[in-house]
């Protein structure tokens, strides 16, 4: 029998990891990740899990601790948030080019300077060619569901890469919704028994981590990370559904909503998908061929279903809650727009900043959008390429 | 636990010759006398820099026992999660060996950018020994100060000049800071000196808890010395009371080589290019600095040290 219970997105973050129970959660509290930390802490204080909880001095131990837990021949998890993922950036690299299937849970807060605590997706974008599968849920339900398939699409035998599963800084990490929790046994089946590919632990078989490859094998050591990041959306796929048949909740790798006939449409990461679903509701009433499309896997980036799903769209918005600075709009934004460019038929783009450092977005901002979208299809094209909403003068 | 070596040298090589450190490197001497020393099987962790780059060049490994380099500064958080991991499995059952952990640095990757990740994992109380090759700079990418350069001593970031002497700032006491944590065994050691080294090898492996060696590791492109006098410095070190060896078992000091005769620190610093301008009549002040140094070193550590337990040289 399915659990209903009411928990925050760090709640379900924490919930997950204890019915997976690692090996070892390696973690470092930092805002608004903390009571993930201090749940699991407390589940390991009760005696509720056997895993081994290491409360180490930094983000940056936190992830070298799990490379080194992983590559021993354990199934480690952490989480973090903003600084604390900056922080780790120099070991995501290696966590995945070691190929350790670590998990890690990001509530996405907004990076340095000037300090912000709140949501917005600069610290994950900031870690996109790291190497990581990157997985953006937007809601409670789905920060404890795509946890618990993480762990599959790591350590499924085609990939063996590292998972991001991210969501968003307080709106999703602090906020309590509703959320079905699976028998406590089904999770533990469901993700199985560990079985590590040439563990440090193997004293029989001794193994050398991490050697220095120079210019006669490095290039090869990458192209096969790429195909492992290929491999990844068959396996997520694959994964969903086996876990759709367990939950009877489906999920895909970019998700349509509303869009078969829609003219204009929307799309986004993470939470604010909700409120644009909501609004796109409103405009339908209205007359207006409204849509909205999720990009749930954000790396591997799922070109092939973005450029059929938005090809028949007039306009598209692509709402990039981080900035890239490089004065050309939003990574998301233009990662869009690169997924077009062999395509015969495109919509017009417009690249949508909003929300930077928890900015709150609502139906209005979400209309403000679509107005934009009407207005570039009565010109045929997008006033400027970035629209930056809800920023003050 | 006497050392012996009949016994030591009839082990097989866990760390095989063909790797690409220099003629006479001190560390490669190190790596052997740590991995004859150990009796359990051992997980090593190893921090960026010359003995991770000089032994496992892809596809090769010098490496017989189990080996993992993450980065530069985080060889101890690396090991404390093997090691954690280790106990998860063996709670489990999925593994029944009783295996010994040992993290490796450079002075670089533990006095400097590592210290944080080392003084984490000693707070931490993980079951794993520490081993720092101290060669008092960077080097695998030339010879920049660290902050582990001798005062006085030429690094390429501290040249000599119209104005520059030399470094101008003490080395950091990393063997004492690391002591401050109260973690049960902590030593120093040097390969000229290689009984009392794999002694203390022993010791550390044998230690509940962290354990910790600062093993002082001539270094032949950077001393500017010739490949083979690297043991005869490294003893020099020992014989001028430069690098004491000493252990700090739960607190208690102990001198575990006393010189018979104090050697006179030129002896050690003449055989040496970074130490060579000191030398000179006009540096008379600098020298003297050091030397006085030295033997305030030397003799707080005397003071220190539990005087019946002190031992005279082998």
Redesign the interface.
Known sequence: MAIRVAYTGNGACAQAMRQVEPHMVAAYPITPQTEVVEEFAQFAADGKVKTKFLPVESEHSAMSACIGGAAAGGRVMTTTASQGLAYMWEMLFVASGLRLPIVMGVANRALSAPINIHGDHSDAMGARDSGWVQLYCKTVQEVYDTLIQAVRIAEHGDVHLPVMVCYDGFSVSHSLMDLEMLPEGQVKDFVGRFTPRHPLLDIANPVTYGPLALYDFYFEYKRQQVEAMANALDAINEVAEEFASLSGRRYSAVEHYRLDDAELALVSLGSTASTIEYTVDRLRDEGIAAGALRIRTFRPFPQDAIREALSPVKAVAVMDRAESLSGWGGPVGIEAKAAFYETETRPLLLDVVYGLGGRDVGIDGIREVFSELKKATDNGKVPEPVYYLGLRD | MAVNLKKFTNKPELFTSGHRLCAGCGIATIVRQVLMAVEN?V?I?NATGCL??GS????Y?S?????????F??SA?????????????K??GS?T?D?RFIAIGGDGGTYDIGL??L???L??GHNFTYICYDNEAYMNTGMQRSSASAYGSWTTTTPLGKIGKGKAIRKKPLTDIVAAHRIPYVAQAAPGHWRDLMNKVQKALATEGPSFLNILQPCVPGWRIEPYVSMKVAKLAVETCYWPLYEVENGVYRVTVKPKEKKPLTEYLELQGRFRHLLAEEQRPLLDELHAEVDTAWEELLAKSSPAETKTAE
């Not at chain 2, 490496?63 to 980065?71: G, T």
């Not at chain 2, 958080?77 to 093997?82: E, K, L, N």
């Not at chain 2, 090691?83 to 499995?89: F, R, S």
Request: hydrophobic share 40%; aromatic share 8%.
């Open positions: 099987p997980v962790s991770e780059v496992t060049i892809y596809p490994t490496w017989k026992v189990p080996w993992i380099h993450s980065a500064e985080n958080a690396t090991i404390s999660g093997v090691e954690t991991v280790y106990e998860a499995l709670e489990e593994v060996e295996i944080q990740a003084s984490g994992a707070e931490r």
